[in-house]
């Protein structure tokens, strides 16, 4: 599994929340357990408590996001790396018994974790991931979708640094409300223009007596 992969941890619990729509849809150990993925062993670790613990967790990791979004770098390094040094990860060379053609390893790097609880495993995976995302592609590749109220995060792969939105459905609406924009703009000036040269004719017909 590549460390990239670990990166998507954080946007999927930071993304369980929208705070502009007062919505947040980690309520249950349940919640925190989809949140695993295919990793049902670790999944099953999870507690009751783990429900809070998560939040907490999440705002500390939206916070990298909002501070990377801001453009100030070094409190966003600084945040992760508070993250790294309470939740820390082991690196290891695994293959899990996966051959080639050849019937050699596969090998690549995994995140060792020796958590207490369901919430340490998953930060850990989490901001180490993120970390590691952060240091290959940039700081300005972690953002926060632009289509107002949503907010959610994202991690920007995109060849020319100009992804705004989490999803296409963020960006087909974003457009279409700067479009309406637009035309009411237009609309409002068509009005303006001609109301002044509504007004300035009959002084014009004045002159001419």
Known sequence: MELAYYSDYAVRLVNTEEPARGKDALTSIEAVRELFGVNQSAARRAAEADVTRFRSVRARLRSVFEAADAGDETLAVDLLNSLLLEFPVSPQISGHDVRDDDGRP??????????????????AIAAMGLAFHLTEYGVDRLGLCEAAPCRNAYLDTSTNRSRRYCSDRCATRANVAAYRARKR???????STGRSADSAQPASASGER
């Not at 703009?185 to 009005?191: T, Y």
């Open 106 to 123: 596969l090998w690549h790097m995994h995140l060792a974790h020796h958590p207490s609880n369901a919430t340490a495993g998953y930060a």
């Open 185 to 191: 703009l237009e609309a409002d000036r068509s009005v």
